[in-house]
């Protein structure tokens, strides 16, 4: 009965429109191409009816992270379901940044004492993360408390730091509340019977918080908790609980002023492995993050904003340097707390045990650029079907506009648009998070001697030189008036122009097949072309040149604080060779991996279709839609949507205007790369395009967009059959290696004797490589909480790593409780393992 009932429910709308139909496999090809299934369909699901759903074969995949301990054992019970793990997925609390401690007061008068850095870091301590973590999720959690991430390189990289910060900010509510009732009275406000009053327009009044919690997962129940305890400080507090849909409007797009809101849940989702996380603080905490009120009216301090810049383009000059650089950063986004991190999830990705799909570490299915090339159905483990249709849930989809400039960047959307319906220039590897080439074919990376750069791979070469010019004829920038690139000559003899930007600590060389024109094709059938890569430069990232200047007639204020952020550490870029193409970037801006620096330089368009863009602009500069949310707003028109809604007939009406026109975007630049015959073949192509499929969103991944169903919640994606790599490419990643960590010594110490802690370090139960391990480093935390050492294990043999604390060690700790903290970290996969040992040192 119950699974009629979800039948009824969930799958209804695809009843009727005939999606749900048995598996049948095709007849077996000889190579196939592409992806292994013949259509996939994204359905929303809420979270509590996935695993049911899976149960009752309803559904194959789920791309949400599950959190509940009791459906995780029902997964694992289950014979007919297997799940992903995934770690990427963290939740914290964001503050409205709106006011200053002079003037800390929304639009309206009201008081946000948010405004006060010292109030928001004084949250840290108000809150118990342990208490959440076991309570609110129920145990499938770890503490968080920074916004780099705790299962990530850089987390074990300055681990005594993260820890030393961890004990310092640990659960202490009277040392909030003292803080929390300093800073109120301060501000001016006052305590009347015990609530908080703020004099608006010569009235005292209750001061009230907004806290806004999201439905879909134990959000709410933080929610409750915060409400619980603002509530205890002696604040008034409304509580709303939304959907991501609804939140939205409150927390994300808003002018803060407003005040719709002082206290968000957020979550987040890493959808890769992050091996370089220096951008991180950049993100978070600067007007750089991304071009939304919510960023755009944050403060950070100028030591604070300084570093962040720093970090986020790789200013440095070796690991020493970085480290300092970070550490401070730690330190800095702790008093900053305009978001408070809560925890850590440990979620997974549940699926039928038929189907297989390459999951990544940290976004698991969803956040995996590989899902789609991989998802297949199997006779038995290892041995792919060919065809068939997979249904995937997740719990919101087509929650805002999809447009490649500034379109939606929910990973409800993102999941779909950005990973089986578009290609890229390399791929990350799911369980290391280094790049491997997929587009292109090869790399070369020329790096300023002494800059901390390694290199795992061949299918690129690395070299230090003393110097690295830009060559004259490099783009360097924009004029939006011209509507043409700048070279550095040009710059050159400008005045202030600055002689630093004619050389770069980075050159990196992108090598496409000698094939690629004839290749790769987008959804529509035409071939890509080098306008395509050319327009991508001038609309699309990482630049957005074009949005972001004043001069231009689709100028966007939204755009330049990441435009400003670019140009700190952009030096040029170069068509080196048209066929084959061969693209030079130079950069200031260094990633500790050179597989990683390649990525952000390979500038395929991937969905920056030009004809698309062309049109888009077109009616941007006509006023009648945006590509940004904000600007959208700011005009009064859509924000711009490619595959439904009233922005259409509008797109629709521009692309008869082109076809007539013959109309070419940017035609000082573009025209010399844009042969007459490949406009008017692109064009026919889109109208052809638009009358079948009925919309406007054409990429070139191994999926295309069949059909989008925004009332019903259904995104519809067939097979692409012109995707130009064999299906088998990818689905050799299985199951990651994680290491499993367990640290064995004696449990009594007497000062001044030597102890000895053996660590084993296995993954399904056989011994770990010792050449497969990249460190061990151990934290030795003393009886009153300090970190008293910190060093690196000693290999023993494969399996076995061992700690010595010598005796002149031991007999300067206090006596009592002590702890041994190791932290593994693997070269096969970017997760760390920890385990700790407590002992009891005695005099």
Avoid: C
Avoid at 285 to 291: A, E, L, Q, V
Avoid at 504 to 516: E, F, G, M, S, T
Avoid at 579 to 593: C, R
Wanted: net charge negative.
């Amino acid at each position: 009965m119950k699974s009629k009932k979800l039948t009824l429910i969930g799958l209804s709308i695809l009843l009727t429109l005939g999606l749900i139909v048995g598996f049948s496999a095709l007849a077996e090809e000889e190579v196939r191409y592409g992806a292994w299934v013949d259509e996939i369909v994204g359905i929303k699901v809420p979270v509590p009816m996935a695993v049911p759903m899976i149960a009752a074969e309803e559904l194959h995949m789920f791309l949400f992270s599950i959190l509940d301990p009791v459906v995780y054992a029902t997964v694992v019970a289950d014979p007919d379901m297997e799940y992903e793990r995934l770690f990427g997925v963290f939740m914290e609390l964001t503050f409205n940044p709106a006011g200053t401690p002079e003037n800390p007061t929304f639009a309206d008068g009201r008081l946000n004492p948010f405004a006060v850095p010292r109030i928001r870091e004084a949250m840290n301590w108000l809150i118990d993360r342990d208490y959440i973590a076991e309570e609110l999720w129920k145990g499938m959690a770890i503490p968080r408390f920074f916004p780099i991430h705790p299962a990530f390189p850089d987390y074990a990289r300055y681990i005594a730091t993260a820890r030393r910060l961890e004990i310092y900010y640990a659960h202490n509510p009277a040392k909030a509340r003292e803080i929390i009732f300093y800073e109120m009275e301060k501000l001016g406000a006052q305590m009347i019977d015990g609530i908080w009053h703020w004099e608006i327009e010569g009235e005292l009044k209750p001061v009230e918080i907004i806290v806004l919690g999201r439905i879909e997962d134990a959000r709410r129940y933080l929610a409750h908790y915060m409400t619980r305890h603002m509530e205890a400080l002696g604040f008034k507090v409304k509580e709303l609980i939304k959907t991501a849909a609804h939140a939205a409007p409150l927390w994300l797009h808003p002018d803060q002023y407003k005040g719709l809101m002082h206290i968000y849940t957020g979550g987040w989702i890493a959808t890769i492995i992050d091996r370089d996380q220096g951008t991180v603080f950049d993100f978070f905490y600067t007007p750089r993050g991304i071009p939304l009120p919510l960023w755009l009216q944050t403060k950070p301090t100028p030591e604070f904003d300084e570093l962040a810049l720093r970090l986020g383009k790789g200013d440095f000059a070796d690991l020493a340097e970085r480290e300092k650089m970070f550490e401070r950063a730690l330190e800095l986004a702790m008093e900053d707390s305009h978001r408070v991190w809560v925890v850590n999830t440990l979620g997974i990705n549940p699926r039928r045990a038929d189907i297989a799909v390459a999951a990544d570490l940290a976004g698991g299915i969803a956040g995996s650029f590989l899902w789609g090339l991989t998802a297949r159905f199997e006779y038995e483990p290892g041995v792919p079907k060919v065809g068939g249709r997979a249904i995937v849930g997740i719990p919101d989809i087509l929650v805002d506009p999809w447009n490649p400039i500034a379109g939606s960047a929910w990973i409800f959307d993102v999941a779909f648009s950005a990973r089986p319906m578009t290609d890229w220039g390399t791929l990350p590897d799911p369980f290391t998070g280094l790049h491997h080439p997929q587009r292109i074919e090869r790399a070369a990376v020329y790096v300023r001697e002494g800059l901390p750069v390694g290199i795992t791979h061949d299918w690129l070469t690395l070299e230090f030189v003393p110097e690295i010019k830009v060559p004259a004829d490099a783009w360097v920038d924009w004029d939006a008036t011209k509507q043409r690139f700048i070279t550095l000559a040009e710059a050159a003899v400008k005045e202030g122009w600055d002689p630093a930007r004619a050389v770069a600590d980075v050159k990196v060389r992108i090598y496409y097949p000698d094939n690629l024109f004839d290749v790769v094709k987008w959804h529509d059938g035409s071939p890509i072309s080098i306008a395509d890569f050319v327009v991508s430069m001038i609309m699309g990232a990482p630049g957005h040149f074009d949005r972001a200047k004043e001069e231009s007639p689709i100028f966007d204020a939204a755009a330049v604080p990441a435009f400003t952020a670019f140009m700190e550490h952009f030096r040029g870029v170069r068509i080196v060779s048209e066929d084959p193409l061969i693209i030079e970037s130079f950069t200031n801006m260094i990633e500790l991996d050179a597989e990683v620096i390649v990525s952000g330089w390979t500038w395929f368009p991937g969905d920056n279709f030009w004809p698309g863009l062309a049109i888009g602009k077109l009616a941007e500069m006509d006023k009648e839609l945006a590509f940004g949310k904000a600007k959208a707003g700011l005009l009064g028109v859509e924000w711009m949507n490619l595959i439904a809604g009233p922005t259409l007939p509008i797109l629709e009406r521009h692309l008869a205007y082109a076809i007539e026109t013959g109309f070419i975007p940017y035609a000082p630049t573009l025209a010399q790369f844009l042969p007459a015959e490949e406009v008017a073949a692109r064009y026919a192509a889109l109208k052809r395009w638009f009358a079948e499929r009925g919309h406007f969103f054409v990429s070139t991944g191994p999926f295309y967009l069949y059909a989008a169903h925004p009332i019903e919640e259904i995104v519809h994606m067939r097979r692409f059959p012109y995707f130009p790599d064999p299906a088998e490419r990818w689905i050799g990643f299985v199951k990651p290696m994680i290491a499993e960590v367990d640290v064995v010594g004696p449990t009594v110490v007497i000062a001044g004797a030597e102890a000895v802690f053996d660590i084993e370090v296995t993954f399904l139960g056989e011994p770990y490589r010792v050449a497969d391990v990249d460190f061990v480093t151990y934290l030795l935390i003393d009886a009153v909480g300090e970190i008293v050492h910190v060093g690196y294990a000693v290999a023993v043999r494969d399996g076995l790593w061992q700690v010595v604390l010598p005796g002149e060690l031991t007999a300067g700790l206090v006596v009592g409780s002590t702890r041994l903290e190791v932290a593994v970290s693997s070269l096969l996969v970017a997760i760390p393992t920890f385990d700790a040992a407590t002992f009891i040192l005695l005099p």
